[in-house]
């Protein structure tokens, strides 16, 4: 099946992440992970294919195009992914009494939480993404990080609750160079915790 790009959540972001920032990046970077995985997936014989169930059974695909639909189609699905983590003010919500338990369970406190997460990201070497993913054979909650465009999904073990995009063009036309700043404001300012709470009720 072609791998559609969702229309975005939302119209803006502002003050807290820019029009143009959000116009480049969903226009021209995202578009193009989808056009090229898209043309990629047909070349192999692999359209009928949900994007999800290829990113998570990549020895299916043949070897000499794995990595390319590795990482274009994981471009297309962290991204696609990325944009629902994120809300304008008064819409993202707060996170739910369910979710709360399970972070206190798993990493002690909720700033602990915040904490290794923003470290994750900060501390991604290069470009990348920082996650908080579920693991659903045992409810546990882990935070990582994934180099480029490989995504929690490839392992088809963890599922993503939340994410970060740390490549500098998420970032760099409003923050140039401080990833850190990036971080704390998509932490502070930009978390859908209603988003995040329906997925990780999901996987319960």
């Known amino acids: 099946m072609v791998y559609e790009q969702a229309p975005l959540p939302y119209k803006s972001l502002e003050p807290h992440y820019d029009d143009r920032t959000l116009d480049v990046h969903y226009n021209k970077h995202h578009k193009a992970y989808i056009d090229k995985v898209n043309a990629a997936l047909k070349e192999v014989g692999m359209e009928d294919k949900d994007l999800e169930y290829v990113l998570g059974h990549l020895d299916e695909v043949p070897e000499a195009k794995r990595q390319f639909i590795a990482n274009?189609?994981?471009?297309?699905?962290?991204?696609?992914?990325?944009?629902?983590?994120?809300?304008?003010?008064?819409?993202?919500?707060?996170?739910?009494?369910?979710?709360?338990?399970?972070i206190e369970r798993d990493f002690g406190d909720f700033k602990t939480f915040m904490t290794g997460f923003a470290d994750a990201a900060a501390t991604q070497f290069g470009s990348g993404w920082a996650w908080l993913v579920i693991d659903p054979a045992t409810k546990k909650l882990l935070i990582m990080k994934t180099l480029n465009q490989a995504t929690p999904i490839n392992e088809g073990k963890f599922k993503p609750l939340l994410t970060i995009d740390v490549w500098e063009h998420a970032y760099y036309l409003l923050h140039m160079s401080n990833r850190p700043g990036w971080i704390k404001t998509f932490g502070h300012n930009l978390v859908n915790w209603n988003f995040v709470n329906a997925e990780f009720a999901k996987n319960q």
Request: charged content about 25%; hydrophobic content about 35%.
């Open 72 to 102: 274009n189609g994981g471009g297309a699905w962290n991204h696609s992914f990325f944009w629902k983590c994120m809300a304008p003010e008064g819409e993202r919500g707060e996170m739910s009494p369910e979710l709360r338990a399970a």
